[in-house]
Nanobody, 122 residues
Framework: QVQLVESGGGLVQAGGSLRLSCAASVRTFSRYIMGWFRQAPGKEREFVAAITRTPSTYYDDSVKGRFTISRDNAKNTVYLQMNSLKPEDTAVYYC????????????????WGQGTQVTVSS
């Protein structure tokens, strides 16, 4: 069983930055693909970014160039640095762990955190 705990959300003005963290309680953290997803009110959960075991990184086009995903396997933690935030980035952000090989679809992820709210004001 893997437990994921996100932190770092909050309220920020447009153009500002936030750094999300996700701590995982698992000894084999380095074996998981780690992803960030988000869900805005009335919308489906959507892919934001993922980092593989290699690590390679992948981003949705909507955040490419503004967000950076990274991981620290020694700390069992994955990060999402969010810069140049826009009001449309407002959502609950979820961290997820994937023991498989496909990173983009939420259904491929085995474990989820409880989410952290990010609100960007205009």
């Amino acid at each position: 069983q893997v437990q994921l705990v996100e932190s770092g959300g909050g309220l920020v003005q447009a153009g500002g930055s936030l750094r999300l963290s996700c701590a995982a309680s698992v000894r084999t953290f380095s074996r998981y693909i780690m992803g960030w997803f988000r869900q805005a009110p009335g919308k489906e959960r959507e892919f934001v970014a993922a980092i593989t075991r290699t690590p390679s990184t992948y981003y949705d086009d909507s955040v490419k160039g503004r967000f950076t995903i990274s991981r620290d396997n020694a700390k069992n933690t994955v990060y999402l640095q969010m810069n140049s935030l826009k009001p449309e980035d407002t959502a609950v952000y979820y961290c997820a762990a994937n023991a498989g090989n496909y990173y983009r679809r939420a259904l491929n992820y085995d474990y989820w955190g409880q989410g952290t709210q990010v609100t960007v004001s205009s």
